[in-house]
């Protein structure tokens, strides 16, 4: 399968850092600073869902935020269709607006709540589309509307009289407002109802045939991620410690992480009552990240190696990679 | 369009409470003496008739006459123009530049954050009487110079309360969206956040029109103010101490269309902030 | 099933919340029985009123805008919703406890986790200083954290979502309650550390035999920690069941649309199925079916009559009138 890669990264870190205080200036202490995005390596197929997934602090946020160039990206290379994005230009999002957009994960937030959702959407039209006149622009929002299954009777009303699913609807029409190439959606159902989730969900893959649209998912729920997408990334404390196609993650993890994920994942199975948990400990914070591999700290089969030395990249196969010293003992 | 506006003023309208209703009603009407402050009284505001010195309050004079022999309600409603034009500028100019200051500095940070900052405490470590006095003695006293004293320090407060909501909202979801939706600095700071924030500054300055007021009346009563014999609430108050005990109605109806203004005025911040504040709604999830 | 052996029992149980936009019926004719050592999920989506009827149970609700119709709520035999203030108040110091969503505000930042756990823990036992702290270390030791003696005095911000929850766990079990209320307690939790507190409660119902409530909207998370399942709707309870029966033979149309519209792993499904509509939050139906508008299998029928829980099965209920239509 030959699909062009619409999306390269490599090497990609972010990091975040502590503003330096007084106390710090005079002890001269060093700032202290969060590898939000710890060297990650991603490619995407066009037309492709890719699913990337993690619990809190793994940098999943942050990864979507900085190819989206909200982030500042220390250092790493980005290649969109083959050439390599200048993050550090002056207009870059000028361009950076017009191929990725974003679609947020609270939809309470994520519309501005003094906006119609007619002038929502005719302000990111007239903005991008200069060359369209008032009546094209109305006929465009009723349009948009229309292909993220919203009545037309919505177009007046403000953010605070719509419900949770409608909102986010009127959030991905605002995406696809600008006709993107790549949607990045991060967490986009998790605040959502059970039943407005599949909504959501249908819209979305939908939206991937019917366009064919990319995407990469972040969510925090496998099943969804099972769902959407075709390949899955699992991310741990700003590192994509295990790649590849769902039903190989899914079916023979080769991290100790992504078993205890999927172990923890509340099934619609009532036997399963007594048990001990999946996986023990807290996610260690991002300032302390742990010295060896990241994930010493909660592994049940922990050796030696596993504080000293960080595991390097293995190929289980061709499309399926992990992080760990001991992935053929799992 | 302009249906759509008259529907939405009248939407609002309904949930309007007692407060903000009783309010705008009374500073509308002292706005509506101020307008048609001519058509009001015969009389002129600075004759003066030697035949009707310090008159009480009687049909022809309805709140009777100074020493001079002038119409104190005729002076009373030609103050109110003078005074809520006062209230206004002094109000309103520096909100608008100490908002966008502060709008600045909350959003982007960094250095510029710091450096406005610093110039805020500076502005607001004068005390503002004193430093007001002062530069009166230096320019003279007059109404405009009033107007460069209070515009030099008057913008602090606005500046600080939009920083501080600024901080809050830059990082909501529907700004970053903004920022990723390529929308330009300007755009997403002016159009997109200062609607959702600028609520705690319009109910700050309905207070703020309050003590403006009286600080222009306080300073006019000091003799820095307005001069005579221009008529003006707190100049008339002045005028009026020496003959507190025999003609009482000379300070104490210029007095009391203060404190009327000063009521309205309060009233209607506290039933914007009733309406608009986010402390006060109640969400019930079931 | 004899009466003795419910530890509370909710009986014809209403309440509405009057609010600008008009009156939301919160909870309608609620019926609803906690066995003694029983763990039951309360599940449903948003507006269904899962929340308000835990709340309910401890006259939480502050009464504008809530407004208490009906129906009584038994526990030892007193109707816990015309309880004085101060019976009410020993019964949740000693009784019934509560475990809430967001465990970071469940707690005073500007004082120590230790402290909050401990304050007032009795008005009769006066316990030494020492004998309290160390009543405090072995409760969080109970409640699985590490290195209590040193945790003891640190403040909430240094403690993870899921050690504030355990430590709220601890505050809720500290004077062995009867009944333990959880409104949503993982919700707000990594999926890692809801397993853990899942397990958590689970362990801590097995050795006291203390009867619980969960209430969630994640159908999983009651699954695998409840007894029984009573499903919500529109704040009328659609189907009430032991946990199996509700998922290998659910009865209420609701239920159904539910649990098929939940994504499962390796299922391939190219849609998801799912509830077609929404729920509307001023709607007033009575006594008639609240779900029609949404249903597959609703006809005319279904419009006019009124219902109310049937037993279709042994101690299965259904509100549904024609379950048999259910495939």
């Known amino acids: 399968m030959n699909s062009k890669k619409i999306l390269k990264i490599n090497n990609l870190n972010v990091e975040f850092f502590k503003e330096?205080?007084?106390?710090?200036?005079?002890?001269?202490?060093?700032?202290?600073?969060?590898?939000?995005?710890?060297?990650?390596?991603?490619?995407?197929d066009e037309g492709e869902i890719i699913g990337l997934v993690g619990e809190s602090g793994s940098g999943k946020s942050s990864l979507i935020k900085a190819l989206v160039g909200v982030n500042k990206i220390k250092n790493g290379r980005i290649f969109y269709q083959d050439q390599e994005i200048n993050y550090k230009k002056r207009d870059i999002k000028n361009f950076l607006s017009k191929q990725f957009q974003m679609v947020f994960q609270d939809p309470y937030s994520s519309l501005n709540p003094s906006m119609t959702v007619l002038n929502t959407l005719k302000e990111v039209l007239k903005f991008h589309h200069t060359n369209m006149n008032n009546n094209q622009i109305y006929n465009k929002a009723l349009n948009l509307l229309d292909l993220v299954g919203l009545s037309q009777d919505l177009i007046h009303r403000k953010p605070r009289s719509l419900s949770g699913g409608q909102r986010q609807r009127v959030g991905i029409a605002r995406a696809l407002a600008v006709d993107p190439k790549f949607l990045l959606l991060d967490e986009p159902v998790t605040a959502l109802d059970v039943?407005?989730?599949?909504?959501?969900?249908?819209?979305?893959?939908?939206?991937?045939?019917?366009?064919?649209?990319?995407?990469?998912?972040?969510?925090?729920?496998?099943?969804?991620?099972?769902?959407?997408?075709?390949?899955?990334?699992?991310?741990?404390?700003?590192?994509?410690?295990?790649?590849?196609?769902?039903?190989?993650?899914?079916?023979?993890?080769?991290?100790?992480?992504?078993?205890?994920?999927?172990?923890?994942?509340?099934?619609?199975?009532?036997?399963?009552?007594?048990?001990?948990?999946?996986?023990?400990?807290?996610?260690?914070?991002?300032?302390q990240i742990p010295k060896g591999c990241r994930f010493n700290t909660r592994c049940a089969m922990t050796k030696d190696k596993c504080f000293k030395i960080e595991p390097e990249k293995k190929y289980i196969n061709e499309s399926h990679y992990t992080f760990c010293h001991f992935s053929d003992e799992l | 369009m302009k249906l759509e506006m008259i529907n939405i003023i009248k939407d609002e309208y309904k949930n309007f409470n007692t407060n903000l209703k009783i309010g705008i009603i009374i500073f509308f009407i002292i706005l509506l003496i101020g307008l048609f402050a001519p058509f009001l009284t015969q009389y002129d505001p600075l004759y003066q008739d030697y035949n009707s010195l310090l008159l009480p309050p009687s049909f022809n004079h309805w709140f009777g006459t100074d020493n001079y022999g002038r119409d104190i309600f005729t002076r009373v409603i030609y103050a109110?123009?003078?005074?809520?034009?006062?209230?206004?500028?002094?109000?309103?100019?520096?909100?608008?530049?100490?908002v966008m200051i502060g709008a600045y500095s909350g959003y982007f940070g960094g250095s510029i954050d710091t450096i406005m900052m610093r110039l805020t405490d500076t502005a607001m470590a004068f005390p503002f009487l004193i430093l007001i006095i002062f530069i009166l003695s230096i320019l003279g006293p007059g109404i405009q110079n009033i107007y460069i004293a209070v515009f030099l320090v008057a913008w602090t407060m606005y500046a600080r309360l939009i920083r501080a909501e600024m901080l809050v909202e830059k990082n909501k979801d529907y700004i970053v969206a903004a920022q990723v939706l390529g929308f330009g600095t300007n755009r997403i700071i002016f159009k997109h956040a200062m609607p959702?924030?600028?609520?705690?500054?319009?109910?700050?300055?309905?207070?703020?029109?309050?003590?403006?007021?009286?600080?222009?009346?306080?300073?006019?009563?000091?003799?820095?103010?307005?001069?005579?014999?221009?008529?003006?609430?707190?100049?008339?108050?002045?005028?009026?101490?020496?003959?507190?005990?025999?003609?009482?109605?000379?300070?104490?109806?210029?007095?009391?269309?203060?404190?009327?203004?000063g009521f309205a005025l309060c009233l209607i911040g506290d039933g914007l902030s009733e309406r608009f504040g986010k402390r006060n709604q109640y969400t019930v999830s079931v | 099933m004899s009466a003795e052996e419910n530890i509370l029992s909710i009986i014809n149980f209403s309440i509405n919340f009057v609010t600008q936009g008009g009156n939301i019926i919160a909870n309608q004719d609620i019926n609803l029985n906690l066995r003694a050592g029983e763990i039951l999920g309360i599940v449903g989506e948003s507006g269904s009123g899962k929340t308000v009827l835990c709340k309910s149970i401890l006259k939480l609700l502050s009464?504008?805008?809530?407004?208490y119709q009906s129906g009584k709520i038994l526990f030892e035999n007193n109707d816990l919703l015309s309880q004085s203030d101060e019976s009410l108040r020993v019964i949740r110091q000693k009784k019934i406890s509560m475990i809430f969503q967001n465990p970071m505000s469940a707690f005073n930042p500007?004082?120590?986790?230790?402290?909050?756990?401990?304050?007032?823990?009795?008005?009769?036992?006066?316990?030494?200083?020492k004998e309290t702290k160390n009543f405090c270390i072995e409760l969080l030791k109970k409640v699985g954290i590490s290195t209590p003696e040193i945790r003891y005095s640190e403040y909430p911000y240094q403690w993870s979502g899921g050690m504030l929850q355990r430590a709220a766990i601890a505050m809720a079990i500290r004077n062995s309650p009867k009944i333990l209320l959880a409104d949503e307690p993982t919700t707000a939790l990594d999926v890692t550390i809801q397993d853990q507190i899942l397990a958590l409660l689970l362990s801590i119902q097995k050795t006291t035999n203390m009867s619980m409530v969960l209430v969630s909207h994640d159908l999983g998370v009651v699954a695998e920690t409840c007894d029984r399942i009573a499903v919500m709707y529109a704040g009328r309870i659609v189907e009430l069941a032991k946990t199996k029966d509700l998922f290998n033979n659910p009865q209420h149309p609701y239920t159904v649309g539910l649990i098929n519209s939940i994504p499962r792993i390796n299922s391939h499904q190219e849609r998801l199925q799912n509830i077609p509509g929404t729920l509307k939050t001023f709607s007033v139906y009575n006594d008639k079916c609240p779900f029609t508008e949404r249903c597959q299998y609703a006809d005319n029928a279904c419009k006019i009559n009124k219902v109310k829980l049937n037993e279709i099965r042994k101690r299965h209920f259904s509100l549904c009138l024609y379950p048999e239509r259910i495939k």
């Open chain 1, 20 to 44: 330096k205080t007084l106390i710090n200036f005079i002890f001269r202490q060093s700032k202290k600073v969060v590898k939000a995005v710890d060297d990650v390596d991603l490619e995407i």
């Open chain 3, 63 to 67: 009464t504008p805008p809530a407004n």
């Open chain 3, 110 to 129: 500007v004082r120590t986790v230790g402290e909050q756990i401990i304050e007032n823990l009795s008005n009769k036992k006066i316990l030494s200083k």
């Open chain 1, 195 to 287: 039943s407005i989730q599949a909504q959501i969900l249908n819209l979305l893959k939908d939206l991937n045939r019917k366009l064919h649209l990319t995407m990469l998912l972040v969510a925090h729920e496998l099943s969804i991620i099972d769902f959407m997408c075709s390949k899955v990334a699992v991310m741990y404390l700003g590192k994509i410690i295990e790649f590849g196609y769902k039903d190989e993650i899914f079916n023979n993890p080769k991290h100790p992480y992504t078993i205890g994920l999927i172990n923890s994942m509340p099934k619609l199975n009532p036997e399963k009552r007594n048990r001990n948990a999946a996986l023990m400990g807290d996610i260690p914070s991002a300032f």
């Open chain 2, 196 to 261: 959702n924030i600028i609520t705690s500054c319009i109910i700050f300055s309905m207070f703020d029109f309050v003590l403006n007021i009286l600080l222009v009346s306080g300073l006019s009563f000091l003799g820095l103010g307005v001069q005579p014999p221009i008529p003006e609430w707190g100049a008339m108050v002045a005028e009026g101490r020496d003959f507190i005990l025999n003609a009482w109605w000379i300070s104490t109806l210029p007095g009391f269309f203060i404190l009327l203004t």
């Open chain 2, 80 to 98: 109110t123009r003078l005074d809520l034009q006062i209230g206004f500028y002094t109000t309103y100019v520096p909100l608008i530049y100490g």
